[in-house]
């Protein structure tokens, strides 16, 4: 009898651990195959300058120059406020991610910005994509960095 109590007892504890160990496992594989996303709203946080492709300047976004980023499955629209601006600053338009790559093209925006889309509509930057924050890069013709834009996801 005591045999048998024993083997039933170790048979449970064995079962237990396996089972706690496979749920393990498939936690593990939903993080790892979450697919990174821009859907959401973002708050930049910050600027970085570049020379010779190394950051040589951080701005530290404030209440008084803060910019806000919503990106939809296909459209992304943003608002910028500057205190010390008189202007409004918004555009609205497509974007899309390819291999490390963010592109938006401004279909209409705010007066000022309506003027600047005269010029060009479409910008593309180096994109780095974590969970719940991004940079965007403008790099030159030569593929040398120029700034980033740096967000964190608020929603």
Same mark, same amino acid.
């Given at each position: 009898?005591?045999?048998?109590?024993?083997?039933?007892?170790?048979?449970?504890?064995?079962?237990?651990?396996?089972?706690?160990?496979?749920?393990?496992?498939?936690?593990?594989?939903?993080?790892?195959?979450?697919?990174?996303? &821009?859907?959401? =709203?973002? $708050?930049?946080?910050?600027?970085?300058?570049?020379?010779?492709? %190394?950051?040589? @300047?951080?701005?530290?976004?404030?209440?008084?120059?803060?910019?806000?980023?919503?990106?939809?499955?296909?459209?992304?629209?943003?608002?910028?406020?500057?205190?010390?601006?008189?202007?409004?600053?918004?555009?609205?338009?497509?974007?899309?991610?390819?291999?490390?790559?963010?592109?938006?093209?401004?279909?209409?925006?705010?007066?000022? &910005?309506?003027? =600047?889309? $005269?010029?060009?509509?479409?910008?593309?930057?180096?994109?780095? %994509?974590?969970? @719940?924050?991004?940079?965007?890069?403008?790099?030159?013709?030569?593929?040398?960095?120029?700034?980033?834009?740096?967000?964190?996801?608020?929603?």
């Amino acid at each position: 009898m005591k045999t048998i109590l024993l083997f039933v007892s170790l048979t449970f504890i064995v079962s237990c651990k396996n089972n706690s160990e496979t749920k393990m496992d498939e936690n593990e594989m939903n993080v790892a195959s979450k697919e990174l996303t &821009m859907k959401g =709203a973002w $708050k930049q946080i910050s600027f970085y300058n570049y020379a010779d492709n %190394l950051v040589v @300047d951080t701005i530290i976004a404030s209440e008084s120059n803060k910019q806000i980023k919503m990106y939809s499955d296909t459209k992304v629209m943003w608002s910028r406020f500057r205190d010390s601006d008189t202007l409004d600053w918004f555009g609205y338009g497509d974007y899309k991610i390819g291999d490390s790559t963010l592109t938006e093209v401004i279909d209409y925006g705010s007066k000022a &910005m309506n003027e =600047a889309i $005269k010029k060009e509509r479409k910008f593309t930057f180096k994109l780095i %994509l974590e969970e @719940d924050k991004f940079s965007q890069i403008q790099v030159d013709d030569e593929g040398n960095l120029i700034y980033a834009e740096n967000y964190v996801r608020i929603e």
